[in-house]
């Protein structure tokens, strides 16, 4: 007694061996290099909140404005052939308006804040840290808003040194010192 051989099986196999073949000629399994990696993006639980009172109080009551970085949006390039990466971020906020906030004749209260986008490898040349202001408005009775920043663009240069995934992007709140220290003392010790 004889083998048996499947042809329908030897037929699936000859088809599958000349789609890799036409495949192969297509490029699918060229080894290209993948893509660079984007910089790293961080925001610092640091700077992350800022809370901003009238005069020198610090109480409820005080409270002009409470800002949180809530995170980011973006795209990212990397142009080898330039040498450099090119990113464009939306950073987002949730502001609450505090009591000491005046309101406007038409009941809405406003308020600015200040954020940062910071490139510490590039630190202290003007483009290692870059402040944008922010105005929210919170309409009548409306005491809490997310707010998304208008597009910042960023060119960074990359050297052979230093790659795209090598650049560290820190978001925050722009601070003074006594705003850095009232955040971290709300911070929880471990």
């Given amino acids: 007694m004889g083998r048996r051989f499947d042809f329908g099986w030897a037929a699936r196999g000859a088809a599958a061996l000349a789609l890799l073949g036409a495949l ?3 490029g699918i399994f060229d080894k290209k290099e993948p893509p660079a990696p984007c910089p790293q993006i961080r925001i610092d639980r640091d700077t992350a909140q800022l809370t901003r009172f009238t005069g020198s109080g610090t109480d409820l009551t ?3 404005v409470t800002a949180e970085v809530l995170g980011y949006t973006g795209t990212c390039k990397v142009k080898a052939d330039a040498h ?5 971020l939306n950073v987002t906020f949730q502001a609450t308006v505090g009591p000491a906030t005046p309101a406007q004749p038409d009941g809405s209260r406003r308020q600015r804040f200040s954020y940062f986008v910071a490139l510490p490898d590039f630190y202290p040349h003007p483009a290692g840290k870059q402040v944008f202001e922010a105005e929210v408005v ?4 409306v005491n809490q808003v997310r707010y998304r920043d208008g597009e910042v663009t960023l060119r960074i240069p990359l050297t052979k040194s230093v790659s795209s995934g090598d650049v560290r ?4 709140m722009q601070l003074d010192r006594d705003q850095l220290e009232f955040n971290r003392r709300q911070q929880p010790q471990y």
């Fill in 84 to 88: 450099e990466v090119e990113m464009a």
């Fill in 138 to 141: 919170f309409p009548p009775n």
């Fill in 62 to 64: 005080d409270t002009l």
């Fill in 24 to 26: 192969g000629g297509c």
């Fill in 169 to 172: 992007v820190y978001l925050g």
